[in-house]
């Protein structure tokens, strides 16, 4: 990669236009750092204390860091495919396919948990609310949990026999069956008991509201991602005997490592932070429906302003966590690749 | 088996406002076939449609007496040398040249002895353990080359493999493909844009100008 660097201001005319460069730029980190401390400055160490001793908070932050993660997961199990399909195939409808991905960003949110709260009174959407209410256990034994397992192999181990399979189509299935002769029947039962339950205003609504908003990021990264990874070694993999998916597996994908860190990345952050739909499908309901968005409306509804800045606090701190690990991480990678 | 390994039977490209038709050229087995033309006349193309990465319009393809038209680039035995080398990023020399044997799922000790093999032949034995980012351009080149040839295709097609290379590599490049010239156990098409490589290796020369053939066969 090129440095971009220019060299040192010349004269006084250079050092004025970046100066004011910086005054223009410099004005919204400013900002920013005066939100962070005013935020700081208006609480104290004991209320902070105090708001995450509530039981209610301590399950907000629970169910969020669950939400999110998992959010996460299913985001990038759907933008890896549709970004390399939107970057590398050209389709009929690809352009009104590329405008639709678009909608849930420009999309106000309260129109998205609005428009989720409709699907579910739609006769598909009640039959569907209706087999997850019956059959949560068993879809998140048989299906999800394979799902995820075999994307994790697969995306751990490329070059591994174990990932190569992991990745094919009978990856996940193979992981369902060692399920169902395991510990299957029993998973199922457990999470049937503890996770039966309807869709709106439930658990699941939360991950749904917040996987609405957080893919369209995800996608649109990893579209970029793929764009920017040469076609040209998938070529040459394709003419040393790959097929198109083992040169996607064993070739492509790993370049795309940093970009899928950096959907994730988004994905997490953006589902953090996401309030309007799960406000609308998922409700507000304490011990409930309950993250760490909605604790901040919460609290303040009921008047308690330390309380919601203790969580706001806990939300830029959890954000910026995320944000330096994931560059850390990111950079540390780099190296390596 | 025919003798005339490659051929091309009238082929037609076209993509946007580029177009090339009725595009005929034989490579005889085991020969050295120079394609030569200005740069943007359409000689990647044809390589590419020969290595089965772009459709042609029209005509075909035979490799060996068979037509190849509409098979996968993987089934066409044909080893291929990008322009820019196209190395894997995240992959070891080592596994670059082992590739092509691991996804044809050969023992492990076989692949290892024909990276060695091939690290002696190109001089890139003390590279094996490094990634592209850390190579020279000279050093690039004999790893792509190294890996088209790992899995002995009966084709090798090269996108001018000796362009932007200084004097020394070039000429230690030139002294390898001669090496694979004087075996005759792959028949090979070069492009280049360069008459000087051209008068160093071809066998067959044959030269694109606007749109068409202008000298070929032998």
Redesign the interface.
């Known amino acids: 990669m090129s440095d971009a660097r220019l060299p040192p201001p010349a004269d006084m005319s250079d050092r004025a236009f970046l100066a004011g460069m910086a005054i223009l730029g410099g004005s919204y980190v400013v900002l920013i750092i005066a939100l962070l401390t005013a935020n700081m400055f208006h609480t104290s160490f004991k209320d902070l204390k105090l708001a995450f001793q509530s039981e209610q908070i301590q399950y907000a932050i629970k169910l969020s860091v669950i939400s999110c993660t998992v959010t996460t997961i299913l985001a990038l199990w759907v933008a890896v495919p549709l970004g390399y399909l939107l970057a590398r195939t050209r389709f009929p409808g690809r352009e009104v396919v590329d405008t639709i991905l678009d909608i849930p960003i420009v999309l106000p949110p309260l129109v998205i948990g609005l428009s989720l709260l409709i699907l579910f009174t739609t006769i598909p959407g009640k039959a569907f609310e209706r087999v997850t209410n019956q059959h949560m256990g068993e879809l998140l034994t048989y299906f999800v949990l394979p799902l995820v397992t075999a994307a994790l192999i697969a995306f751990g181990c490329t ?1 591994s026999t174990l990932g190569r399979f992991a990745g094919t189509l009978f990856g996940a299935p193979v992981v369902a069956l060692i399920l169902h002769v395991s510990v299957g029947e029993a998973l199922a039962e457990t999470l049937q008991d503890r996770l039966h339950t309807r869709i709106t205003y439930a658990i699941p609504s939360v991950i749904l509201a917040q996987f609405a908003v957080a893919t369209a990021f995800a996608v649109r990264t990893m579209t970029v991602t793929f764009q920017q990874i ?1 076609p ?2 998938e ?9 198109r998916s ?1 040169a996607f597996w ?2 492509t994908l ?2 795309a ?1 940093r970009g899928m860190l950096t959907a994730a990345t988004l994905a997490w952050a953006r589902s953090l932070g996401e309030f309007g739909p799960i406000l609308i499908f998922s409700g507000a309901t304490r011990m409930k429906t309950e993250v760490l968005s909605t604790s901040v409306f919460l609290e303040l509804s009921i008047g308690n302003l330390n309380a919601a800045i203790a969580v706001s606090i806990l939300m830029i701190a959890v954000a910026v966590a995320v944000l330096v690990l994931m560059r850390v991480f990111g950079l540390r990678g780099a190296s390596i ?1 | 088996m025919n003798s005339n390994l490659l051929e091309v039977v009238n082929l037609g490209i076209q993509q946007g406002k580029f177009a090339l038709d009725g595009i005929t050229l034989r490579v005889p087995t085991g020969s050295y076939g120079v394609l030569m033309g200005r740069t943007g006349c359409g000689k990647t193309s044809i390589l590419e449609v020969i290595a089965g990465l772009r459709r042609a319009h029209s005509g075909e393809v035979l490799l060996g007496g068979r037509d190849v038209t509409f098979l996968p680039p993987a089934h066409r035995d044909v080893g291929y040398v990008p322009q820019d080398g196209a190395l894997f990023p995240t992959m070891t020399v080592a596994e670059q040249l082992g590739f092509a044997l691991l996804v044809r799922r050969a023992p492990r000790n076989e692949i290892e002895r024909r990276v060695q093999e091939l690290a002696e032949w190109l001089e890139i034995t003390p590279l094996l353990d490094r990634r592209p980012q850390g190579l020279s351009g000279g050093e690039a080149q004999r790893v792509a080359l190294g890996r088209a040839l790992s899995f002995r295709p009966r084709f090798l097609l090269m996108d001018e493999p000796l362009s932007s290379l200084d004097e020394a590599t070039h000429g230690h490049l030139v002294r390898l493909l001669q090496e694979i010239r004087e075996k005759r156990d792959v028949t090979v098409l070069h492009v280049t844009h360069s008459s000087r490589e051209a008068g160093d290796l071809a066998d067959v020369m044959l030269r694109l100008e606007d749109g068409r053939l202008v000298e070929g066969g032998r």
Do not use: E
Request: include cysteine; glycine fraction near 4%; proline fraction near 5%.
């Open positions: 070059r040469s040209r070694t070529q040459v993999a394709l003419t040393l005997g790959c097929s083992q064993w070739v790993p370049q490592r690749i």
